[in-house]
T-cell receptor
Framework: EAGVTQSPTHLIKTRGQQATLRCSPI?????VYWYQQALGLGLQFLLW???????NRGNFPPRFSGRQFPNYSSELNVNALELEDSALYLC??????????????FGPGTRLTVL | GEDVEQSLFLSVREGDSSVINCTYT??????LYWYKQEPGAGLQLLTY?????DMKQDQRLTVLLNKKDKHLSLRIADTQTGDSAIYFC?????????FGKGTRLHILP
């Protein structure tokens, strides 16, 4: 069974540009989560999609947005990139959405570098 | 607040026990988790505990839960070099899952 996949592996952009990151969940999983892992800041929750809808959002500005497609894959868009957006962006998927047992399966991440 | 708190670093000698601590926020959390992130990789679920349990043991891992103090700990017995990683604690409550910032475990020879 294929795990969570993310693309691209690495992405280099300049300030002010837009970045699009993609995630494919494990087959059968309907929830997709996005996290930012910046150096020294740990794992910060960005977005949670379930069944195509945004379920929850972390404390990030509106230039961080995303969507979930009918096949449950997801995109994370970051507009007007800033230097501090440089980080590893992790996507995770799960079968159950919130409340109950919710094991998240993580992808390997996309390393975004903003120059 | 909604922060799950962990210390950032822990150094342990090979063969000793490691104890990683975490305090969580929501007394109604149903499940608490420990994830492991090895260098250059995503996170993997290591173990979890249901909120009506006090302790769970799984080979070298022991999870202790103190609901009164909202304190969770992970004990790794006979720590090996392969245990070197970042360990995240997380809680699930109502409509969200919250991760701590992670504890980096460093193994001394």
């Amino acid at each position: 069974e294929a795990g969570v996949t993310q693309s691209p592996t690495h992405l280099i952009k300049t300030r002010g540009q837009q970045a699009t990151l993609r995630c494919s969940p494990i087959s059968g999983h309907t929830s997709v989560y996005w996290y930012q892992q910046a150096l020294g800041l740990g794992l910060q929750f960005l977005l949670w999609y379930d069944e195509g809808e945004e379920r929850n959002r972390g404390n990030f500005p509106p230039r961080f947005s995303g969507r979930q497609f009918p096949n449950y894959s997801s995109e994370l868009n970051v507009n007007a990139l800033e230097l501090e957006d440089s980080a590893l962006y992790l996507c995770a998927s799960s079968f159950e959405a919130g409340g109950s047992y919710n094991e998240q399966f993580f992808g390997p991440g996309t390393r975004l570098t903003v120059l | 607040g909604e922060d799950v708190e962990q210390s950032l670093f822990l150094s342990v000698r090979e063969g000793d026990s490691s104890v990683i601590n975490c305090t969580y926020t929501d007394s109604s959390s149903t499940y608490l988790y420990w994830y492991k992130q090895e260098p250059g990789a995503g996170l993997q679920l290591l173990t979890y505990i249901f909120s009506n349990m006090d302790m769970k043991q799984d080979q070298r891992l022991t999870v202790l839960l103190n609901k009164k103090d909202k304190h969770l700990s992970l004990r790794i017995a006979d720590t090996q070099t392969g245990d070197s990683a970042i360990y995240f604690c997380a809680e699930t409550s109502s409509d969200k899952i919250i991760f701590g910032k992670g504890t980096r475990l460093h193994i001394l020879p």
